[in-house]
């Protein structure tokens, strides 16, 4: 890393980049990682980047991957910007200046497999850097363009695009004063989902050595039931379900049809949607599965979900206020939930709705129950997590992506003021981002392990509080 008077210089593999040095962090925005993937390259694996001379300018955010605005109402609680350009595999380094052999995390966003980014400003990484930390954040296909199924393509290109992101770390993250060696990923509901592939995958296997899942449980499908939305995608747009076919549709139509198909329910149900595949190749097994059989043990773990995730999608959509007795009995039928397990939840909260009943389940079906036996299951080291502090914005309350900015650090940003509000707690932001900084660090965030006594440490305010996760015979009252 060299200083000049126009910024600061680093040389990568495949040319020399310059960043911005602000208050003693190097600043790299929009670093191609591989190769844009349209033209020759759409539809298959990262192609290697062209190497070029000279020194290219890494002054501002890359173009972002092709995808559709959050609908309403999502669209006022979650920033979703897009900036054109077909090089959207791009990534972001905020370093230390004048560093050497620090920690690195990587950040891989959210987004249900078709929205986000790594430009938000709750994302920006000077806060891990000011604390010794080398944060990188990634960009990867979405949607069809990343996550469709094809007879002709490779399965789980986003996957793929995440790994070469990785690749491309382990190969260049020293120059910007990056252990290699030390490299821990982190990610938020599909971001946590995709680690707990990565955790699994033989492409992935030492390009990590450390993994936070914050409100995402591993999981993927097998390619037929993987494959729906892409196959309900051609039959709208009347071409054949293969990559070859998709290539040849002009990508705001294909967009605009995706839309379409994909639009009319929340993550946390059962519509139309992309999800990982098992494709014998970059991901042999189902991750769960593959997890619980002793996969990734020797990698330490950080798990964790927020206390009622399903806030965001059931309350400003109306959702938790139009269930009623009939319609909670028909959701508990239709996912099998036990008769005793909806008396048992009914007595816990006499004073909720049956939305709100609803809600509680599914949290807890999703995310609670999952990665609670998933930290049985592993033999490593495992620490489990719960963020609890509820907004006060329309009854959000301790919902889905609220701990984002606790975690970075960077409340008060304009993406991130539509959850929280404007005064949210700095103490609980200092508590929760001093123990992301500590485990990628030292590999420990400051709490038990998980042992059978069930340690789960609540991020609330103004104190975290060591609390217990329920046993086994409460976790299989819940199936």
């Known amino acids: 890393m060299t200083e000049t008077a126009v910024g600061v210089v680093v040389a990568t593999r495949s040319g020399r980049v310059r960043g911005r040095v602000d208050d003693g962090v190097a600043v790299f925005l929009g670093i191609p990682y591989a190769a844009a993937p349209f033209g020759e390259h759409r539809f298959t694996a990262p192609a290697p980047v062209t190497a070029w001379t000279g020194v290219r300018d890494a002054l501002a955010y890359g173009p972002t991957a092709p995808k559709a605005p959050f609908p309403p109402p999502m669209d006022r609680l979650l920033a979703d910007p897009s900036i054109p350009g077909d090089e959207c595999l791009n990534l972001n380094v905020w370093a230390p200046a004048g560093a050497a052999g620090r920690p690195v995390m990587v950040w891989i966003h959210g987004g249900s497999l078709r929205n986000g980014s790594s430009c938000l400003p709750a994302y920006d990484g000077r806060n891990f850097a000011r604390d010794g930390v080398v944060l990188v954040s990634i960009n990867y296909r979405l949607g069809i363009e990343g996550f469709g199924v094809f007879p002709d393509a490779p399965a789980n290109l986003g996957l793929r ?179 005793r397990t909806a008396r048992a939840y009914r007595a816990a909260r006499p004073e909720a709705t049956p939305g709100e009943l609803l809600g509680v389940i599914a949290t807890d079906r999703l995310l609670r129950r999952p990665l609670n036996l998933l930290a ?104």
């Open 161 to 339: 695009d995440q790994i070469a992101a990785l690749t491309w770390v382990r190969d260049n993250i020293a120059a910007f004063g990056g252990d290699p060696g030390n490299v821990t990923v982190f990610g938020e509901s599909a971001g946590s989902i995709s680690i707990g592939a990565l955790l699994t995958s033989p492409h992935a296997q030492g390009l990590f050595h450390r993994a936070v899942l914050q409100s995402g449980a591993p999981a993927a499908q097998p390619p037929e039931a993987a494959g729906r939305s892409t196959r309900l995608i051609a039959k709208r747009l009347k071409i054949p379900a293969t990559a070859e076919a998709f290539a040849q549709v002009d990508r705001a139509r294909l967009l605009a049809a995706q839309v379409s198909i994909t639009r009319g329910g929340p993550p946390i149900g059962n519509g139309n949607g992309f999800t990982l595949t098992v494709d014998g190749d970059v991901l042999p097994r189902d991750p769960m599965v593959a997890l619980h059989g002793g996969a990734a043990a020797d990698i330490p773990v950080l798990l964790g979900y927020n206390a009622e995730e399903y806030r965001l999608w059931f309350v400003p959509t109306g959702l938790v206020d139009r269930i009623n007795r009939l319609t909670l009995r028909l959701a508990l039928a239709k996912f099998r939930v036990r008769a």
């Open 376 to 479: 049985d299951a592993r033999p490593g080291d495992t620490w489990l997590y719960e963020f609890a502090w509820p907004s006060p914005v329309e009854r959000l309350g301790a919902c889905h992506a609220l701990e984002i900015g606790f975690v970075f650090d960077t409340l008060g940003t304009p993406d991130g003021l539509p959850l929280s509000g404007p005064n949210p707690p700095q103490e609980l932001a200092d508590a929760m981002h001093r123990a992301w900084v500590d485990f990628a660090t030292t590999g420990d965030p400051g709490w038990s392990r998980w042992d059978p006594s069930r340690p789960v440490m609540r991020f609330d305010a103004p104190t975290p509080l060591l609390v217990r996760a329920p046993n086994d015979d409460e976790l299989r009252s819940w199936s």
